[in-house]
């Protein structure tokens, strides 16, 4: 399992209208074939940064089942528009305690 975290920074002003459009959104993520979880959080002390944790069965998952498919570009059309700047996306995994 990986964890893909992207920051997203949002135009002032357009953060609640960001949120909504992302109801609609995160059903063309969180079906996608293997995703297990999709979570979008907001900032407190910075309300135009958002952070969206999903988890993910392998990076290749994330890249072919969704970046390389019209899901994504849907996505991008729904969310983009409010995006102050390009996200930053990584994945990540975990460490063994």
């Known amino acids: 399992m990986v964890l893909e975290v992207a920051l997203i920074d949002v135009l002032a002003g357009r953060e609640d209208e960001f949120a909504a ?3 609609k959104a995160h059903t063309l993520l969180a079906t996608t074939p293997g995703c297990r979880s ?3 959080t907001r900032g407190v002390e910075s309300p135009t940064r958002f952070v ?5 069965d392998s990076v290749d ?3 072919d089942n969704f970046r390389a ?3 994504f570009t849907q996505w991008r059309g729904l969310l983009g528009p409010f995006f102050n700047g390009a996200p930053t996306v990584e994945h990540f ?4 305690a």
Do not use: I, N, Q, S
């Not at 995994?93 to 063994?96: G, I, L, S, T, Y």
């Open 38 to 40: 999709v979570r979008m």
């Open 52 to 56: 969206l944790l999903v988890e993910w």
């Open 61 to 63: 998952a994330h890249l």
């Open 69 to 71: 498919t019209d899901r």
């Open 93 to 96: 995994v975990d460490v063994p």
């Open 21 to 23: 459009v992302y109801g």
